[in-house]
Nanobody, 117 residues
Framework: QVRLLESGGGLVQAGGTLRLSCEVSGTIDVFNVMAWYRQAPRKERELVASVTTGHVTNYADSVKGRCIISRDIAANTVFLQMNSLKAEDTAVYYC???????????WGQGTQVTVSS
């Protein structure tokens, strides 16, 4: 059974930093895409950043220059370093891992990030 365990969310003041972690347990294809999504109240879930097994990254325009996604392949863990946080970054952040062709994917339970202005 594949499980994604997220940690690192919390309450932070605007301008502060947070580092999210997500550890994937269970057996999955080593070639995959790991990503962070977020969903703010009354908004749709949106991609924040993704990283492939080959460390190719992709970022939403809203977080470019402020966030860094990385992964430890041996530990099956993905990280999201968030800097210069803004109130509009407040959301539940979800970890996701999927195949390249989208034939399978798994989600974490989510971790709350709240940025006070």
């Amino acid at each position: 059974q594949v499980r994604l365990l997220e940690s690192g969310g919390g309450l932070v003041q605007a301008g502060g930093t947070l580092r999210l972690s997500c550890e994937v347990s269970g057996t999955i294809d080593v070639f995959n895409v790991m990503a962070w999504y977020r969903q703010a109240p009354r908004k749709e879930r949106e991609l924040v950043a993704s990283v492939t097994t080959g460390h190719v990254t992709n970022y939403a325009d809203s977080v470019k220059g402020r966030c860094i996604i990385s992964r430890d392949i041996a530990a099956n863990t993905v990280f999201l370093q968030m800097n210069s946080l803004k109130a509009e970054d407040t959301a539940v952040y979800y970890c996701n891992v999927r195949s390249f062709d989208g034939s399978w994917d798994f989600w974490g339970q989510g971790t709350q990030v709240t940025v006070s202005s």
